[in-house]
Antibody
Framework: QVQLQESGPGLVKPSETLSLSCTVS????????WSWIRQPAGKGLEWIGRIHFSGYTIYNPSVEGRITVSLDTSTNQFSLKLTSMTAADTAIYYCARETNYDWDYWGQGTLVTVSS | EIVLTQSPATLSLSPGESATLSCRASQSVTTELTWHQQKPGQAPRLLIHNASFRATGIPARFSASGSGTDFILTISRLEPEDFAVYYC?????????FGQGTKVEIK
């Protein structure tokens, strides 16, 4: 059974950089697309970026210029970096696996709060 | 970007009743439309892909249809575990976008 687990700081100061990792277990990171999706408390979902195991990335224009998604096949992890964080970036951040049938496996999510 | 509008925002129903949820796209997404279910404190769960195909393990009481700009998710005979928020999402164009969700609550 594939499992995804996000890890990283729960609190980030304004203007600083968020770094999150997603560890994939029970399956290989190779052969799939991997996404980051976020959800402000009590609100809807926003897809922010995706990486293919080959390294190809695509980002949401809403965060383009601030976001980097990378991948490490040796550790079966992929990562998110989001710079210049503001209160508007406060959200639960999910990592998810994408197949031809869309996001079939999700992490449990990690709450990131931007506050000084 | 493609805007998805879901209606109603909230549906108040009793167990055993049927639910009909709507999702309308601001432009055609052909059948590149997905439905997700989200329960409080949990990650979303894939229900339906390609507009009408149930994901692995999804009960047959969930059905969906539509193409182009108008889509429907039907839940027949609501079970207690079906009370949740349902999101539609398009994968036709970048960026991928979600509707604002429909909450199916117990009446």
């Amino acid at each position: 059974q594939v499992q995804l687990q996000e890890s990283g700081p729960g609190l980030v100061k304004p203007s600083e950089t968020l770094s999150l990792s997603c560890t994939v277990s029970g399956g290989s990171i190779s052969g799939y697309y991997w996404s980051w999706i976020r959800q402000p408390a009590g609100k809807g979902l926003e897809w922010i970026g995706r990486i293919h195991f080959s390294g190809y990335t695509i980002y949401n224009p809403s965060v383009e210029g601030r976001i980097t998604v990378s991948l490490d096949t040796s550790t079966n992890q992929f990562s998110l970096k989001l710079t210049s964080m503001t209160a508007a970036d406060t959200a639960i951040y999910y990592c998810a696996r994408e197949t031809n049938y869309d996001w079939d496996y999700w992490g449990q999510g990690t709450l990131v709060t931007v506050s000084s | 970007e493609i805007v998805l509008t879901q209606s109603p925002a909230t549906l108040s129903l009793s167990p055993g009743e049927s639910a009909t949820l709507s999702c309308r796209a601001s432009q055609s997404v052909t059948t590149e439309l997905t439905w997700h279910q989200q329960k409080p404190g949990q990650a979303p769960r894939l229900l339906i892909h390609n507009a009408s195909f149930r994901a692995t393990g999804i009960p047959a009481r969930f059905s969906a249809s539509g193409s182009g700009t108008d889509f429907i998710l039907t839940i027949s005979r609501l079970e207690p575990e079906d009370f949740a928020v349902y999101y539609c999402q398009q994968r036709s164009k970048w960026p991928r976008t979600f509707g604002q969700g429909t909450k199916v609550e117990i009446k």
